[in-house]
């Protein structure tokens, strides 16, 4: 149980354009999911929460207007990087949790920004 | 949440136990110790999890010292997929945006032949 799927796995997209990342818990409701971000030969480093229904809340120095993210449903969050930069070229990974079960992770979405 | 403390890396020979410790000696009485790993190009894995007590499930065991300042992460017979980076987290068990994790530099696993 307790699966976190991710979407897309990876993708391409050119300066300037916006990319949107899914991430759905399959089997349970997650109430508060997470977002992270990892560049090579680093840790993961939280960018942002969210929680379903309300606006997501960010971590220091990470823009709100750049990482949009919405959480509509207890089972869907959506991250979507807009105007991308190759900066922005990343692994960017969602977590899921439901109650005070443990933090699940999706496989990670790699981001490359020609 | 506590800080932790792991070795940057380790070799262990497939077959062989392999024992990752982690430091957490400002831990809180509530709060659990968490472990994670990430093999290359994945999600984290979520391990296993304890409070004070020695816990064991299909993955690993997890021993917790009496004074709650460290453990060690076993796995009992480590295989060459087990090769990841191994991360040690202690955090509160709660709900909603408490319940983030906050990942250090954890410890490189190298199972070799």
Redesign the interface.
């Known amino acids: 149980g307790?699966v976190?799927s991710?979407h897309p796995s990876w993708v391409i997209c050119k300066s300037g354009t916006s990319v949107k990342i899914e991430c759905r818990s399959l089997d349970f409701q997650a109430?508060?999911m997470?977002w992270?971000r990892q560049f090579p030969k680093q840790?993961?480093?939280?960018m942002a929460?969210s929680?379903e229904g309300s606006k997501a809340?960010y971590e220091q120095g990470v823009e709100k207007d750049k990482f949009l993210i919405n959480h509509a449903s207890l089972t869907l969050s959506t991250l979507t990087v807009t105007s991308a930069h190759p900066e922005d070229s990343s692994?960017y990974?969602c977590?899921a949790?439901t109650?005070?079960s443990?933090?699940?992770?999706?496989?990670?979405t790699?981001l490359t920004v020609t | 949440d506590a800080k932790t403390t792991q070795p940057p890396s380790m070799d262990c020979a497939e077959g062989r136990a392999a024992n990752l410790p982690c430091n957490h000696s400002t831990i809180s009485g509530n709060e659990y110790v968490y472990w994670y790993r990430q093999i290359h190009s994945q999600g984290p894995q979520y391990i296993i999890h304890g409070l004070k007590n020695n816990e064991t499930n299909e993955m690993a065991s997890l021993i917790i010292t009496e004074d709650r300042k460290s453990s060690t992460l076993i796995l009992p017979h480590a295989t060459l997929r087990d090769t990841a980076v191994y991360y040690c987290i202690v955090r509160a068990t709660t709900t909603g945006t408490a319940s983030k994790l906050t990942f250090g530099t954890g410890t490189r696993l190298q199972v070799t032949l």
């Open positions: 307790a976190v991710q109430t508060t997470f992270y840790s993961l480093m939280l929460t929680n809340t692994f990974i977590s949790i109650g005070r443990p933090l699940h992770f999706g496989n990670g790699r």
